[in-house]
């Protein structure tokens, strides 16, 4: 009797097992399939998992199961794997209909009408399911969080942890769609006309979020459907006499000494997009007496990225830009092309905003390869969103396009450069972050962290307008000045700092709860530099977060921990 139950048990896991990895691999297809658009198989998708799943279940939930799962021990392998059963049921029959019926509501191609306007009603529909689906899908994490996590054979340990793995990015797949059906139709201007500030960030001269505001459009979003108000270069861009928010004590301390409060040009030296935006759109007010609703910055990499779904655009003096050369073209060729004439240069930088802008809402291009497209550059922080009433910024936050990466919670190591004089040099740049623990106690750990730039502009024939040195002319041409600001985790104490192999002073300030050691380095062109931080931080179980600061060029991370 002994082996016949424990054959039974064998051969049952063996087949509930099978159905369960069809599972995972079925929602993972059918994941992709809503990303797609691939509406049509949706249905047919949805009843294939819904019959592994319960196969999978009936073939946990027999009495010798559930005596097996209850044995001192050894039942943590049955109870995890009829646990596991269970939670790939309740996803199957409560989680994902719903979300195949908002999959279904949310096909970019027909939310993306063909003349490029939103069809927001479908926005709105989907919004019910949505919410059932979040909620399901919610019951189904606690199941697995609840199942033991010790004393399980190696398959079922496995399995559990990539079944988790797979219903945390599903969630925060529901949850960005959520929030989107949400608030996105009167974002769109169901509710009346909203108009938002688009800023086009140059990473050749860094900034906090990214880049120099450089040209920017005003669009207005009127139902569903976009159009141009205005656009125009930075010359045209007024800075205030006076701060024009009050953005408290750490921001004050910061960047109040940059006019980072009043001016264009240094209100993102900070990395927290929300307050960058927020200066912005009170400037822009203030000197066009037009009420802003958002803030929208994206940069020419992530505009790379929609115009290779939409096609390319041809400027006229005969450019023509596509995905794969418009960033070289922003970040320097223009520079070449127009060293002696600026204002020709950037007239045609806010040419190809407005023509780059009318093939998106013209409706050009697959609207699912054009939604990847934003996702990737919303990944990446290239493209950052802020909105002004603070029901629907609450619904941004926590999402890659919120900018808030100093709001992260856990250990983090966040390197942000900021130009300091005036050029372009920053396309030039490379950077490696390497983030070591040296030593672990009970409560905090020692960590060395080394910051390697390396200057690779040519020494010489750069334009004067990229080379240049406005605050030290008689600097060579291509050196680089770089506030180079490293945020260390909330808590972190300075102990040591060194530039080159010899002890610098840095200076200490604080954002967001996390410290602020910040080094004031040049760097002649074929040279790098090498700065060196040692610091005790708080010890802790979370997982590292290194956010990386969108610029011209790929930042190079290293991560070694020990603890």
């Not at 069809?119 to 899908?137: I, K, N, Y």
């Not at 010890?539 to 020990?562: E, G, N």
Request: hydrophobic letters at 40%; glycine letters at 8%.
């Amino acid at each position: 009797m002994f082996f016949l139950v424990l054959g039974w048990l064998g051969l049952t896991a063996f087949l509930a097992r099978s159905h369960l990895v069809d599972v995972r691999s079925e929602v993972t297809r059918l994941q992709k399939d809503v990303s797609a658009g691939n509406t049509d198989r949706l249905t047919p998708g949805l009843a294939s998992i819904q019959a592994d799943a319960a196969s999978a279940r009936r073939w946990t939930s027999d009495p010798i199961w559930w005596l097996a799962s209850h044995v001192p021990v050894l039942g943590h392998t049955f109870a995890a794997s009829s646990g596991l059963a269970k939670a790939t049921d309740q996803l199957a029959s409560h989680a994902l209909p719903p979300l195949v019926d908002a999959g279904n509501q949310l096909s970019p191609a027909q939310v993306r009408r063909k003349d490029g306007t939103v069809e927001l009603a479908r926005l709105t529909a989907a919004a019910p399911p949505l919410a059932a689906a979040d909620s399901a899908l919610a019951d189904a994490r606690t199941t697995v969080a609840a199942l033991p996590s010790t004393g399980l054979v190696a398959p079922v340990a496995t399995a559990r942890e990539q079944f988790a793995t797979q219903l945390t990015d599903l969630a925060g797949s529901l949850d960005a769609a959520t929030r989107a059906a949400r608030v996105g139709p009167a974002m769109l201007g169901e509710n009346g006309p909203r108009r938002y500030l688009v800023i086009f960030q140059n990473p050749a001269e860094a900034r906090g979020t990214g880049g120099l505001a450089g040209s920017f459009a005003v669009v207005r979003a009127d139902n569903g459907k976009l159009s141009r108000e205005r656009t125009g270069s930075d010359s045209e861009l007024i800075d205030a006499p006076r701060p024009v928010v009050d953005l408290g004590p750490d921001f004050d301390a910061q960047w109040r000494k940059a006019d980072g409060d009043r001016g264009w040009r240094n209100a993102n030296f900070t990395p927290h997009y929300p307050w960058a935006a927020e200066i912005w759109q009170k400037l822009w007010e203030r000197q066009s007496g037009e009420r802003i609703d958002g803030v929208i910055t994206l940069d020419p990499l992530a505009l790379g990225y929609l115009l290779k779904v939409t096609g390319p655009v041809t400027l006229s003096d005969g450019e023509v830009l596509t995905g794969d050369n418009v960033a070289t073209w922003a970040l320097s060729t223009e520079y070449f092309k127009y060293a002696d004439d600026n204002e020709r240069r950037k007239d045609l930088l806010t040419e190809l905003g407005e023509k780059a802008f009318d093939r998106i809402k013209d409706g050009n291009g697959s609207s699912a390869a054009l939604l990847k497209a934003m996702g990737r550059a919303a990944g990446e922080h290239r493209i950052l969103f802020w909105a002004a009433r603070p029901e629907e910024q609450a619904s941004i936050l926590g999402t890659p396009i919120a900018g808030t990466v100093l709001d992260t919670p856990g250990p983090i190591a966040a390197l942000v450069l900021n130009n300091g004089g005036t050029g372009k040099g920053d396309y030039y740049v490379d950077r490696t972050l390497t983030y070591q623990v040296l030593s672990c106690g009970d409560r905090t750990r020692r960590v060395r962290a080394t910051i390697a730039m390396k200057n690779n502009a040519p020494s010489s024939g750069l334009p004067a307008y990229v080379g240049f040195r406005v605050d030290r002319p008689s600097r060579p041409s291509g050196q680089t000045r770089t506030f180079v600001n490293y945020y260390a985790s909330s808590g972190a104490v300075l102990t040591g700092a060194s530039v080159d192999g010899k002890a610098a002073t840095v200076q200490v300030g604080q954002e967001r709860t996390h410290p602020d050691f910040t080094f004031d380095v040049e760097i002649n062109p074929g040279s790098t530099k090498t700065m060196v931080l040692e610091y005790d931080e708080p010890r802790t179980s979370a997982h590292l977060t290194v956010p990386v600061q969108p610029l011209a060029r790929p930042m190079t991370v290293r991560i070694a921990d020990s603890c």
